[in-house]
């Protein structure tokens, strides 16, 4: 029974990977689009998405698809918690008090690095740069971005996250 | 002027007047990815809130961000016919206040206005200053930015009602693509990605190759920690810069242009999309462009996270959907590039002074800024100040200037220390460098890059060592691995910061940084690598004494390592 559930998972799975391949409207396909695209709808990138990426992509082999989704850093190959906490360690926010906020939110989640909470509730991800310098210290929860942190700000942000059903898939 | 652009031109400003001056107010909130930062939205639904409970209708428009981000979130309003007013950091209960009392009762709130715009012919509200003389808009000049922060960037009637695409339809329907290759020549543009080279040069290069098929790249990874001007301009006013892209073409002879953006910038992203899609819909791409014989066709590229991939041979590598590592050279872009087709790579802001450049001559940017370096550099302050935001100014301004009139000055209580200028490869300035004119070569003489333009400052509570730490360790992790003297080097010297940051300096610490900062320069193939030991060497210039403290005295953990929060963010790529 078990591999039957499994197989039919896999098959789902493999479903989603194939449809997103194919949503990508613009001129340009690649490998690299390719992966993006799997990595949008599905948050992550599964295996069965390497192999299916390497049929999509005209003269590409499954080694060039781990080539590059090894290589660029947003791509992640476990799902993701239901909400994720980006805090950037830039310099304008490293100066205004990131390390502070880096910190807090780890004991918040229960962390000691990058990665998912054991209920899996959270991911937790250091990010080099939000792009909202202006309003440093700034994370983003779920991808929208709050700025002119404190860690009490930073943490009440997270709980307010963790009171709210995922993220929207 | 081409019919066809006629007939937008009217559709836009009939629009215009309808936001302006019809039966509604215009109620516009700055956006961006800075404004959602601020609390934007929050502003937004207290302001739709507000309305609701007075049954008042209104156009709310979020537009882009005007540069002043310590301001956000930023709303104005405008009564039809009436005085544009500036309202900053809108909180919920401020939006509240200012829609009751300035839609709700008629009257602008001036205890609250932060600037205003006059209507023409009109006074305006007594008490308020007007936007163009508030300190930090005083010293601007704004080219590139002109509409940031002022119409909708989904709008392109918006854009097209501010004169938009009129350099266009001028180039088309009168000028030759080499009369608008010689106006960018004589304008005296030099490039705002980093290397200033002149861009009418460039543009040449590839206006000489003859190959049907040839690429204007427009190069938006802008990966700098500190700098968001390329997208702040990408997300403010898309059209500005495509309508610069499609100059490009028309100029050099290309057939294709791509705008290439790091993913998960959505705003930018978004965006840009939008603006590529609404200019094909109205035929200003696609082919006979305003029904010339010009054809022309852009797409949105998107990269991963890899900041390399803002290097110019790198980035064709992320386009063709590969690691984006740099390529050998020769051949050069402009003979083999994208594709393995003739090509040219621009900056956002670059291409966002051509149309103004072609709308208004060459010999207009170049009376702009100084000898050498025409038009504004705009820039991002940000760190220990006032005011931080985004600024176009002349070039030529010095930096204290800068700092000091557009940014506000140091924090109360305290002083401007250091500096950290042209990104994560560029320089750790100290006090003696803020006399320095902005200028591309004053600026490389004296040691400092303008790069990109962002500027961070610090204060005396900022330790360089520490700082110094935190732009290394982000040029480890982003290192992409292909030379090894870039990839085992920023390793090493982030190993040797470290433990000078936590005291355990070891005698003989800077000479080692020096002689791998010496390889890594010698034998990395891009600016990544070759540029990898310019923020130590500049930080060991300025700051000497804050080195020696750690190094040689070992006189305690500095930054971050003090209080013992640090957390060490490395990872290496698999």
Not at chain 1, 2 to 26: F, H, I, M, P, Y
Not at chain 1, 40 to 52: G, M, N, Q, S, T
Not at chain 2, 167 to 177: E, F, Q, W, Y
Not at chain 2, 467 to 474: G, M
């Amino acid at each position: 029974m078990t591999t039957g559930v499994t197989a039919a998972a896999n098959t789902e799975l493999r479903d989603r990977v194939r449809r997103a391949l194919r949503s990508q409207k613009q001129r340009t396909v690649t490998v690299l689009s390719s992966l993006l695209a799997v990595q949008h709808d599905l948050k992550y990138i599964p295996e069965v998405a390497i192999e299916e990426t390497a049929n999509h992509i005209k003269g590409s082999t499954i080694n060039d698809v781990w080539s590059v989704a090894s290589f660029y850093t947003n791509f992640r190959f476990t799902p993701p918690g239901e909400h994720t906490v980006e805090v950037c360690w830039g310099p304008s926010c490293h100066i205004r008090g990131a390390q502070k906020i880096l910190k807090t939110v780890q004991q918040e989640l229960g962390l000691d690095r990058e990665g998912e909470t054991t209920d899996g509730k959270f991911t937790l991800a250091y990010n080099t740069c939000l792009g909202a310098c202006a309003q440093a210290p700034v994370i983003a929860i779920d991808h929208h971005h709050f700025g002119r942190c404190t860690p009490e700000s930073a943490v009440a942000l997270v709980r307010e996250a963790g009171s709210k059903p995922a993220a929207a898939h | 002027m081409t019919a066809q652009y006629e007939e937008l031109r009217a559709r836009a400003e009939t629009r215009w007047k309808e936001l302006t001056a019809g039966s509604l107010p215009w109620v516009r909130v700055g956006g961006g990815v800075s404004g959602e930062a601020a609390g934007a939205d929050a502003a937004t639904a207290a302001i739709n809130q507000a309305l609701a409970r007075l049954g008042k209708r209104a156009n709310v428009t979020r537009v882009g961000m005007l540069g002043l981000c310590y301001a956000e979130p930023l709303v104005d309003i405008m009564l039809p016919g009436g005085d544009r007013v500036f309202y900053a950091n809108v909180t919920p209960q401020r939006a509240r206040e200012i829609v009751e009392t300035h839609i709700g009762n008629g009257v602008p709130e001036a205890s609250l206005a932060l600037a205003q715009v006059t209507a023409e012919g009109s006074q305006g509200v007594p008490g308020v200053p007007r936007l163009d003389d508030i300190p930090a808009m005083r010293r601007q000049v704004r080219i590139a930015t002109r509409n940031c922060g002022h119409i909708d960037p989904r709008s392109l009637l918006q854009y097209v009602a501010s004169g938009g695409y009129a350099a266009l339809d001028k180039a088309l329907s009168g000028m030759t693509p080499a009369q608008v290759l010689d106006e960018v020549k004589n304008s005296g543009l030099r490039g705002r990605g980093g290397a200033a080279f002149p861009t009418g040069v460039k543009w040449g290069f590839l206006a000489g190759s003859k190959a049907p098929v040839k690429y204007v790249l427009c190069n938006c990874e802008e990966g700098d920690p500190g700098a968001f001007n390329d997208k702040g301009i990408l997300e403010s006013d898309p059209h500005t810069l495509l309508e610069g892209l499609i100059l490009a073409g028309y100029a050099t002879g290309a057939s294709n242009g791509v705008i290439f953006i790091r993913q998960g910038h959505e705003e930018p992203i978004e965006a840009s999309r939008r603006a590529v899609q609404d200019a094909y819909d109205a035929g200003l791409l696609g082919k006979n462009i305003l029904g010339s014989s010009f054809s022309y066709d852009v797409e949105v590229a998107l990269t991963g996270d890899s900041y390399v991939a803002g290097e110019e041979t790198a980035l064709m590598e992320a386009i063709e959907g590969k690691r984006s590592m740099p390529r050998y050279r020769p051949p050069f872009p402009a003979q083999a590039g994208l594709w393995q087709k003739p090509s040219n790579i621009n900056n956002v802001k670059t291409l966002a002074y051509a149309p103004q450049i072609v709308a208004k001559g060459g010999a207009w940017f170049k009376g702009i800024g100084t000898q050498t370096s025409a038009g504004t550099a705009i820039l991002c302050i940000t760190g220990d100040v006032q005011r931080p935001g985004l600024y176009e100014v002349p070039m030529g301004l010095t930096i204290r200037e800068v700092l000091n009139d557009v940014a506000g000055g140091p924090l109360t209580g305290k002083r401007m220390k250091v500096l950290q200028t042209g990104g994560p490869l560029g320089g750790v300035l100290g006090e003696s460098s803020f006399d320095v004119q902005i200028d591309f070569d004053a600026m490389s003489k004296a040691g400092a890059i303008l790069g990109s333009g962002g500027i961070i400052v610090g204060s005396e509570d900022v330790s360089v060592v520490d700082l110094t730490r935190n732009l290394v360790a982000f040029n480890q992790f982003e290192s992409c691995g292909k030379c090894f003297p870039c990839r085992l080097g920023t390793t090493h010297m982030l190993e040797v910061l470290e433990r000078i940051c936590m005291n355990g300096a070891r005698a003989g610490d800077q000479e080692l940084m020096e002689r791998v900062g010496q390889s890594m320069k010698i034998g990395s193939l891009c600016g990544h690598g070759q540029l990898g030991y310019n923020p130590i060497l500049s930080a060991f210039k300025f700051f000497a004494d804050e080195f020696d403290a750690s190094i040689k005295e070992h006189r305690g953990a500095v930054g971050a390592f003090a209080d013992g929060s640090m957390i060490v963010p490395s990872r290496t790529r698999p």
